[in-house]
């Protein structure tokens, strides 16, 4: 476990240079648009944002070799029978916990549960699609789940924050 979480730090500069390059877009354009006072914080969001997703591809897909993995799996919770894929499972939840805080915390229309849910599920639903299809990870509907999961987890999260900072 410990070696696949070292693997995952290696792409932490990639996501860095894209949460700068995003920020530096957001910049230009807010300064052109005259409304750069006006996203003085929802930009930096936006740019960890980025940086956090170019993370997830890099991680998902491009971190295994085209053609080293291929397969579909449609049962639920078959990936907890073993405890080597329960800790997949566990690093799902943990993978996609960012996606669930940040979503509520730049879009409005994120901030109610079940819409956070199904973006998050659509995005992890699109990686496992994409894993299918270049044959760079098996799809499973457990993963699907385990992100889902993981996203919730995240959205409790940033309600329990943002009550803590609202002083409710």
């Given at each position: 476990m410990l070696l696949d979480v070292a693997d995952t730090f290696q792409f932490f500069p990639a996501a860095l240079i894209s949460s700068f390059i995003s920020f530096c877009i957001l910049n230009i354009y807010l300064k052109a648009r005259r409304m750069r006072k006006l996203w003085k914080w929802r930009h930096v969001k936006i740019s960890i944002l980025c940086g956090y997703l170019a993370a997830v591809f890099f991680i998902a897909?491009?971190?295994?070799?085209?053609g080293s993995r291929e397969g579909i799996n449609l049962r639920?919770?078959?990936?907890?029978?073993?405890?080597?894929?329960?800790?997949?499972?566990?690093?799902?939840?943990?993978?996609?916990?960012?996606?669930?805080?940040?979503?509520?915390?730049?879009?409005?229309?994120?901030?109610?549960?079940?819409?956070?849910?199904?973006?998050?599920?659509g995005l992890s639903l699109l990686i496992e699609?994409?894993?299918?299809?270049?044959?760079?990870?098996?799809?499973?509907?457990?993963?699907?789940?385990s992100n889902a999961l993981g996203a919730a987890?995240?959205?409790?999260?940033?309600?329990?924050?943002?009550?803590?900072?609202?002083g409710s």
């Open positions: 897909l491009l971190s295994r070799a085209p639920l919770f078959s990936t907890l029978i073993n405890p080597r894929l329960c800790i997949y499972f566990l690093e799902n939840i943990v993978f996609f916990a960012p996606l669930g805080l940040l979503l509520p915390a730049i879009f409005k229309t994120q901030k109610r549960l079940f819409v956070c849910l199904e973006t998050s599920a699609l994409l894993q299918l299809f270049t044959k760079r990870g098996f799809c499973q509907i457990d993963d699907v789940f987890m995240g959205f409790l999260l940033y309600c329990f924050a943002a009550k803590r900072l609202n």
